[in-house]
Structure formats: C-alpha cells, structure tokens
C-alpha cells in the first residue's frame, strides 16, 4: 500500500509510511502483458469460511479480499526487503490527516460501482464503519475501529449511531478518533475493512455474506456459487475499477486431508498447492523432478510461539519460565521437523514486521542451566506442566507437541499432554486459563501492534493466555499506539520486546517458516502476498487455457 495525500502530520507519517503504516491486504500487482487472460484458478480450501461478511469472520479472508475493496490497500516495498510495505490508495483516491493526528478525510474515487450496479459513495463507508460498531451486528472485528469517536458509545448500546464519522459530501468522508493512533491507516487496510454498499447490505439483513444473492462488494470477483462445506466459484468483475482481473472465474474446494490434496493437484484439479495445507507434502515437492522447478517461496511475517500462561503455577515464577525457555532447541525442532526452511525468531517481531531490528533477544539451549533454575525456584526434582494438543489442528502440530514435551524433560519438566477440542480450547484461552500451547501468528497488518498489542495489551494478554503480570510493559504496550515518530516508536517497540522476552521470560518465540507454494502447470503468473498468508486477492493470478495466447 503506497500514497498518501495530507499537510500537517503529513510528513511525519509519509516518514512512517516507509517504516510503519501498513497493510494487509496486498493491491493488485500489475499484469505482466505476455500473461494470457482468461480461463479459471481452481483453489482448494481447507476449511469452509463460514461467512463472506469480513465483519463476523477472523479467520478465513479469501473470498473477503477478493469480493470486497478496501479505502487504502498494501503495496509490497522492493523485492530485496521481505514483508516491506506502504499504504496505496485503494477506494479512496487520496486522504488528508489533520496537524494533530485526529481528523482523516478520505476523498473516494468517482466512477467506482458495487456488484449489483450501484455507485459507491461516502454513505456507504458512514454505513459500513457503523454497521461494524452496531451491537446488533455482532460484528467480531470491532477493535479497527476503537479510537473512532463515539465507536465506544455505539458498541455499548448507547448512541443511536458512530458519531466520529461522517459524510462531508457524496465522495469525501471524515473520520475523527478519540486520540492519535499510529497503526490507523493499517487497520483500514486490513481485510476486516472492506467496505459495504448500504442499501443492499441493509436489504440482505442477517444473510449477507452467505449466498451469492446476499453478497456485494465492490471487488475484482462476483460470489457466483457458495456451497457450504463444499466449494465456492467467483467470476470476474469486468466493471472493476482497475480493469477486469485475468481469470475468469475462481473455483474453491473445501478439502483438508493432506495426501487427498496433493493428488488432486497431481491429477491437475488444483492449479495451486499451497504447503501451509499440507506441510507434510514438502518434501516429496523438493524431491520431485517433476514439481521442484514449480515451487515458490515467500516470506512469512509470522512466527510460530509457544504461549507461557503466567498466571498459572509453575510458571508463575519467572525462574520457571527462563528454564523453559533454556530446554527448547528451536533449531533442531526448526531444522528436523521443517526441513530448515525458515529463521529461528528470538522476540514479539517477526522477520519483515515494521520495527524488526537487526537484534532480537538471544535466546540459548541449555538444558543444564535450565534444571539448575528449577531448583532455585524449588523444584529440584522437576517441575509438572501441561501442554496443549487440539482435536483437529495440523497433524504435524501432535509431533510437534510430542517433540517439545521430549525436549523439555532435558530440562527438568515433567509435561503432560492434554487433549481439547477445538471449542473447549477456545473458551479456556479466552478466560485466561490455558496452559502452554503453541501456535502461528501472522500479520494481518504490517504494524508491530498487530503483535505487542494481540498478546501483551492488558486484555490481550488474558484472552491469550499468557497474563503478563509486568504492568510497565502493559502500559508502553498502550503508549506505543500513540507514537507518530516512527524512530521512537520502532524504539520503544525494541526495548518492549526485549522486556518480555528477556526479562520477563513472558513467552518463548520459536521460528518463522517460508510459505512455500506448488505452482501447476496452467499458472503463469502469481505473486504471494506480502505478508505469507494464504489469503490473497487473484486479481493478478493468470492461467493458461486451450487456444493461441
């Protein structure tokens, strides 16, 4: 996402545009012109997406970033700089952002019209960023819009409407928040942003987003089909504002069995194998003939962690989660278990985040010092801890579960193994009374808040789990949203990391893995998204199909 208009904190944030304001959702790449156009992207699907209403989905952005627009999108930054971002414009043609950091005005481009015919206008962002803050949407992605003035007050049922936006005329809209907040732009980039036409979602009531008669954006791709549990189809928009995307259609089969997948790619049904579905397959790719010329890898901002509850005993003690951290060879767990492809992680940032610095807290193996900690904690003989293993996550995750309990007996901890399904999970970590588990987080806005502020803001930190008892860190979490100077905050940000991580010892960051992908014979062009994620818009994928080119 690249561009930006405004005066006042303009220049302070065009500065932080080259290192902090970002992104999630990538804007279309431009189309090489040897590329073929025409034919369709056949996509599977792990799970199905529930909703194609970005509002009440967290999870599962591939129809959302593909049907719906955004204000501002994501430009990827050079080749040579993984993960490097700046904001583009999207919807909006250009913004201003007032001396003081509260008042966005937003300018949206004429001409732009949803799927149903109807033009867009700046009644349709007033009704979409309140729609979001109506309690009666039950909308699950509401924290994008917390420092919008009067967000608060509509959320808790107090104020007919979000006073804090406004439509100045039928193509400018005016946002105001509460307080400066530097990851702003970022979060209107994200794929919970997209934006609604009113009048249609207001006639689809409760059923937006789950037919294809109840869906409208403004995006590159139409729902044509929507199966649940089975598949979905788009077709091209040939009235995007940007030019019709190349393919003609994307096809989407709900399939998560590993093995099944990659003979469907191998039998030519799937165009497109993406390894975070089926990690297990990486190795017969590399070694075939046939496909290890086919495969691309792209950095993931991400990481993979292993969640330390503070709050829980024995881990309470900080001694106790030192020793943790000591038992724990990420590099062989990294090197054995995923073929080495990736980087060891040694803090909150990962490779690409904005704010990553060159040194992360150095993190060693060394079960030795890890026993001798126990026993100044009083646990000479070892100390019991339980481990997480949900009922229907990745099947590498129960090895690596296994491989981590292993690992940390050298250490001198007696680790169980507890089973949850998915749900009970859930509720358990959201009450704050999780016991270690392990998990990937990647960005879904390229701004270190995405990370400090999901597990060590004072909620965060509970509904995650992990319970930071260091009220200092917790506060900078908070102040850090606020910094406009991007030197000082990517400052502050470092020295919070090394807060947690080393004194602390609040969580034990393991590695960040490539995304790696499968390329069938009909693709042509594909560009992953910036940030590793799955999810991506296919406005740029092209596919070969029967004829001349």
């Known amino acids: 996402m690249r561009g930006r208009a405004g005066k006042g904190l303009r220049n302070v944030l065009c500065a932080v545009a080259a290192i902090l304001l970002f992104c999630a959702a990538q804007v279309p790449a431009q189309v090489p012109a040897q590329v073929r156009t025409g034919g369709e992207l056949r996509l599977a699907y792990p799970h199905d997406p529930m909703t194609a209403d970005v509002q009440k989905n967290t999870e599962y952005f591939l129809l959302g970033l593909n049907v719906f627009d955004r204000l501002v999108e994501c430009a990827p930054g050079p080749p ?25 005005t937003f300018h949206l481009r004429p001409g732009v019209r949803f799927h149903d015919g109807s033009p867009l206008t700046a009644a349709d962002v007033v009704y979409t960023i309140d729609r979001m803050c109506d309690p009666a949407t039950k909308a699950l992605n509401t924290a994008i819009f917390e420092y919008v003035a009067g967000a608060r007050q509509r959320l808790e049922g107090q ?11 039928a193509l400018t809209v005016e946002i105001r928040l509460v307080r400066p907040f530097a990851p702003f732009l970022a979060l209107l980039a994200s794929p919970q942003a997209g934006i609604y036409s009113e009048k249609f979602t207001k006639a689809a009531g409760e059923r937006f987003g789950l037919t294809p008669e109840t869906t409208c954006g403004t995006g590159p791709f139409k729902l044509a089909r929507y199966v649940h549990n089975s598949d979905q189809r788009l077709v091209a928009n040939p009235d995007y504002f940007r030019g019709p995307p190349l393919l003609d259609a994307i096809g989407v089969r709900v399939s998560a069995d590993p093995e099944t997948l990659r003979m469907l790619f191998e ?17 017969y790719f590399e070694a075939s003939p046939k496909w290890r010329g086919r495969l691309v890898r792209a950095a993931r901002v991400g ?22 951290q000591l038992s724990i060879d990420r590099r062989l767990i990294l090197d054995k278990m995923f073929s080495g492809q990736g980087a060891l992680v040694g803090g909150v940032m990962a490779p690409g985040l904005a704010c990553f610095g060159p040194r992360a807290p150095d993190l060693a193996f060394d079960p030795a010092l890890a026993r001798k900690l126990l026993a100044e904690a009083g646990y000479p003989d070892g100390a019991e801890a339980e481990l997480v293993q949900v009922a229907g996550w990745p099947a590498a995750w129960a090895d690596l579960a296994q491989v981590i309990a292993a690992q940390a007996a050298k250490g001198g901890f007696h680790v169980k193994i507890r089973p949850f399904d998915e749900a009970a999970f859930l509720s358990t970590r959201m009450y704050g009374d999780a016991p270690l588990y392990f998990q990937v987080w990647s960005a879904d806005y390229n701004d270190p808040d995405n990370f400090f502020h999901t597990f060590f803001s004072a909620s965060g930190t ?24 991007p030197e000082a905050r990517c400052r502050a940000y470092r020295e ?17 893995l490539d995304h790696v992908f499968v390329l069938g014979p009909r693709v042509e062009s594909f560009a992953a998204p910036w940030n590793g994620w799955s999810d991506m818009s296919h406005f740029a994928t092209g596919v070969g199909r029967p004829g001349p080119p």
């Not at 829980?312 to 030192?322: A, C, G, M, Y």
């Not at 930071?468 to 606020?482: H, P």
């Open 462 to 485: 509970k509904v995650r789990s992990i319970n930071l008892a260091d009220a200092g860190a917790l506060d900078a979490v908070e102040t850090a949203r606020s910094i406009t100077d």
């Open 303 to 324: 990481l993979y962690y292993l969640a330390i509850n503070n709050a829980k005993k024995p881990f309470n003690d900080e001694r106790v989660r030192r020793a943790l």
């Open 159 to 169: 104020a007919a409407a979000t006073s804090g936006v406004a439509a100045l005329d």
């Open 80 to 104: 040579d700089q993984a993960g490097a971002t700046a904001i583009a414009p999207g919807l909006a043609a250009s913004w201003e952002i007032s001396p003081d950091g509260l008042v966005y």
């Open 267 to 283: 039998a030519g049904e799937i165009d497109l194998f993406d390894m975070d579905f089926a990690p297990t397959q990486l190795d």
């Open 496 to 512: 919070l990391e090394r807060r947690i991580v080393e004194q602390d010892a609040a969580w034990l960051p393991l590695f960040s």
